[in-house]
């Protein structure tokens, strides 16, 4: 059997829906993002706006 890299490692770690297998969809739970958001972005973001780039919800 091959030993798991990180990459793969993250992602069974929060598989949601799917199997891991190369070329197949899956689904994931997303629980950290790291977004570039300029000086207007991050002051609406201050202002307890919110960015919708994504489809779906983070967890906190």
Same mark, same amino acid.
């Given at each position: 059997?091959?030993? #798991?890299n990180? /990459?793969?490692?993250?992602?069974?770690? %929060?598989?949601?829906? @799917?199997?891991?297998?190369? @070329?197949? #969809?899956?689904?994931?739970?997303?629980? %950290?993002?790291l977004?570039?958001?300029?000086?207007?972005?991050?002051? %609406?973001?201050?202002? @307890?706006? /919110?960015?919708?780039?994504?489809?779906?919800?983070?967890?906190?």
């Amino acid at each position: 059997m091959k030993a #798991e890299n990180l /990459t793969r490692k993250i992602i069974a770690a %929060h598989l949601v829906a @799917g199997e891991m297998i190369p @070329g197949t #969809e899956i689904a994931i739970r997303i629980d %950290h993002t790291l977004l570039e958001v300029s000086d207007r972005q991050r002051q %609406h973001l201050l202002a @307890g706006g /919110t960015l919708n780039f994504v489809k779906g919800q983070v967890q906190k």
